[in-house]
């Protein structure tokens, strides 16, 4: 017995030893509920950790936590990340089933999130929450929507939305409009939504900086894929939109919606369908400021690009839907009267721009295909501040002018600061508001036509020119007799012969 008590002793030290160790280290294990099984488990740690001690090699165990620092403090009720995951919430992303109802929680939860601050006054800052599809396909039977107006700061991406059959035809697959009532809503969602609503309805904008991104909308012909209504630095990014029957993507009010590194089509087709003539619906309908579509590709649609309001700018868009010669647009400005747009570094693809009465206009630097042209429609007359210059036009030699007029409704009768000029013309008519041309002959009148290639008639509003008799020793008194009906005459005192070059310009104010 006396033999015996050191070694208790001992190893009743080691055991208490032991204790200290697994409550510093924060291994679960406590006393009074200490096995047999736990005993020997520590005794294996002890032995481990006193072996890499001693040989100064030791790593702690992945099991255990590090001390927390000073600053530290436990996670408060709503702090953890703002990732709602939709199949967390029943969506099914095989797109067997409808997961309307499951994607609609997600919105209405990232809706209710915490808030960092404003964004514009009555926009609630919702911090960077994201709705994340998880890079699956789901069926959607409603159009998606958050409950009402006044967030900001969120990202729905990583994913296909789908409409289903019974999808309506005048629904967009993802709606930021103002919805106090949607359809998706349980009755819980629509009381919070309701009163969040009632507080956030200071803002004149329904929602600010919304991002959608890396998805693949299939409208199924039922109806569109976006619609952005009254909304403020909207950026989609990313996208392929398809299968629309109404809109591709929808902008209506508000300002700054930036749409880029997309593809929109109706049908999916690379080129040569032989159901072009059928297209339909506008892939991007613009009808608001100050929005930009930069590097995009339409490749089916009756119209690409429809613009009826101020200030947007186009850059790097490759428009292929239906051709010219079918009855498609690629980019149709309809704004009389306040064009204000700038279409720089395109690509028309056998498919053309129309421009009503445009105002402040820019057209350049841009490759037209296939006979592919510029049309101004005349709805009050008006043209006034137009740049065309510096383009591409290629075509197959069929007498196709590369600018037209379409002179409805009594055709232009205000002309001021127009410029069409350098342009380069390979197979089609060329035509400008600058024409240039020289007249070899031995007489006393030169007449020089500048019909075949001025784009408006009977107007010119300035002449230079220059006589010279070369070798001769005349110096005959000359003068511009006559500029009507878009030419041009040139008489001296004297026959001689001479060379004449002249230049007339329809552009610039008298």
């Excluded at 099914?92 to 409808?98: A, E, I, K, S, Y």
């Excluded at 980019?331 to 421009?355: E, F, H, K, W």
């Excluded at 600018?403 to 055709?411: K, T, Y």
């Excluded at 008519?429 to 020289?438: A, E």
Aim: aromatic share 8%.
């Amino acid at each position: 017995m006396e033999a015996a008590m050191p070694g208790k002793t001992l190893m009743w030290i080691m055991i208490s030893s032991l204790l200290i160790t697994v409550h510093v280290h924060g291994v679960t294990s406590q006393m009074g509920h200490f096995s047999r099984s736990d005993y020997r488990d520590q005794m294996r740690r002890l032995q481990e950790f006193k072996a890499g001690r001693d040989s100064g090699s030791f790593v702690a165990p992945s099991s255990v936590s590090p001390a927390p620092s000073p600053n530290y403090s436990p996670p408060t009720p709503g702090s953890s990340p703002r990732v709602y995951h939709v199949t967390t919430y029943g969506a099914d992303p095989t797109g067997n089933r409808d997961s309307t109802e499951a994607v609609a929680q997600a919105f209405a939860d990232a809706f209710r999130g915490p808030s960092e601050g404003f964004l514009m006054e009555g926009i609630s800052n919702l911090g960077g929450a994201q709705i994340n599809l998880e890079g699956g396909q789901y069926l959607i039977s409603k159009p998606l929507r958050f409950p009402a107006a006044g967030v900001g700061n969120i990202m729905i991406h990583g994913g296909t939305l789908r409409a289903s059959d019974d999808f309506p035809t005048d629904g967009y697959l993802i709606d930021l409009s103002a919805s106090s009532s949607s359809p998706n809503q349980n009755e819980k969602t629509k009381e919070s939504s309701s009163s969040m609503s009632a507080q956030l309805s200071s803002s004149s904008y329904n929602y600010e900086y919304i991002t959608l991104k890396d998805l693949m909308l299939d409208a199924n012909y039922r109806g569109g894929g976006i619609s952005v209504i009254n909304s403020l630095r909207t950026s989609i990014d990313n996208c392929y939109i398809t299968h629309f029957n109404t809109d591709g993507i929808l902008v209506q009010s508000g300002h700054e919606t930036y749409i880029r590194n997309s593809f929109l089509g109706q049908h999916i087709t690379a080129g040569g369908d032989h159901n072009e003539r059928n297209f339909s619906g506008t892939a991007i309908n613009l009808k608001g400021n100050d929005n930009a579509v930069t590097d995009v590709v339409i490749f089916s649609a009756a119209v690409g690009i429809m613009i009826s309001g101020p200030a947007n700018i186009l850059s790097g868009v490759h428009c292929y839907n239906k051709a010219t010669g079918f009855g498609g647009v690629g980019i149709y400005l309809r704004l009389p009267g306040l064009t204000q747009t700038r279409i720089v570094n395109s690509y028309m693809d056998y498919t053309g721009i129309v421009a009503e009465d445009p105002v402040q206009l820019d057209i350049s630097n841009s490759f037209f295909l296939g006979d592919a042209y510029i049309v101004l429609k005349s709805i009050k007359g008006v043209a006034n501040g137009v740049n065309i210059v510096n383009n591409m036009f290629s075509g197959y030699n069929k007498g196709i002018a590369i600018v037209q007029l379409d002179q409805s409704n009594g055709g232009f009768k205000e002309i001021e600061q127009v410029v069409v000029d350098r342009n380069i013309v390979r197979g089609m008519n060329i035509k400008g508001t600058i024409g240039r041309r020289t007249v070899l002959g031995n007489g006393s009148s030169w007449n020089i036509d500048f019909n075949p290639v001025l784009l408006f008639p009977n107007l010119i509003r300035h002449v230079q020119y220059s006589l010279s008799t070369g070798a001769s020793n005349v110096f005959p008194n000359h003068a511009l007799r006559n500029v009507s009906d878009n030419r041009v005459v040139i008489e001296s005192d004297v026959a001689v012969p001479a060379s004449v070059f002249v230049t007339v310009d329809q552009g610039v104010s008298s």
